[in-house]
């Protein structure tokens, strides 16, 4: 049976990879497993059918057989744990990668999404001027340690892994804020990252799909 994801029928970003269906997509592109889409309006996310696999009417979901999941951390481990090519065998490498995917989703994303809801969501609020300059120095203190461990190396531990997926997939929302300029060595892992052909895949289908909705 096929793997059934769904995506916005029209992504915010036009896109561009940032919606989080980008990084199930490549986490399935990187294991070789085919998926179907699913798209889904902004309308439809909020209706009974898509609430009964996501609470919190979101994407992107995935069905596999009697197995629904929500939540691109939840996915992407599961995608990981079920086929090769995103886990280390090594049993202590394999927990190593599964923390950096904790280390993405749970510590270097809330910051940078906070800087999104302050530039996009409060742009217009009064105090937000004041708040910004604060919110990227929250970001460039995730970004120090960050860059500081990946010194010279290509990815986080070794090998590319769902570790590496996911904060590359993070570390993207950085690029329209010029903050990641500031870390060349963390600008050439992204770019690393997007080389892969898995990404380029799962970019390129997501691409499609909102040209063709333009």
Do not use: C
């Not at 079920?82 to 886990?87: E, K, N, Q, S, Y």
């Not at 999404?113 to 969501?121: E, F, G, M, S």
Request: charged content about 25%.
């Amino acid at each position: 049976m096929t793997v059934t994801i769904t995506a916005f029928e029209r992504s915010p970003d036009g896109g561009r990879g940032l919606a989080r269906d980008t990084r199930v997509r490549w986490a399935l592109e990187e294991v070789g497993q085919p998926y179907a889409v699913r798209l889904v309006s902004f309308t439809a996310m909020k209706e009974p059918a898509h609430l009964a696999l996501h609470p919190f009417g979101q994407i992107p979901t995935y069905e596999d057989g009697d197995l629904a999941l929500f939540e691109t951390g939840s996915i992407v481990f599961h995608i990981a744990e079920r086929h090769a090519g995103l886990l280390p065998q090594d049993a202590n490498a394999r927990a190593r990668a599964i923390t950096w995917m904790f280390a993405a989703l749970s510590t270097v994303e809330p910051p940078i999404l906070d800087l999104v809801t302050a530039r996009i969501v409060e742009g217009d609020k009064p105090w937000t001027q004041e708040r910004l300059p604060l919110v990227r120095d929250r970001i460039r203190g995730r970004l120090r340690p960050l860059s500081t461990r990946l010194g010279d190396a290509d990815w986080l531990d070794g090998g590319f892994s769902a570790g590496d997926l996911m904060m590359v997939s993070v570390l993207l929302r950085l690029r329209i804020s010029g903050l990641l300029d500031e870390f060349p060595d963390l600008a050439a892992y992204v770019a690393r990252g997007e080389a892969r052909p898995a990404y380029k895949r799962a970019f390129d289908a997501q691409w499609a799909v909102n040209t063709r909705a333009g």
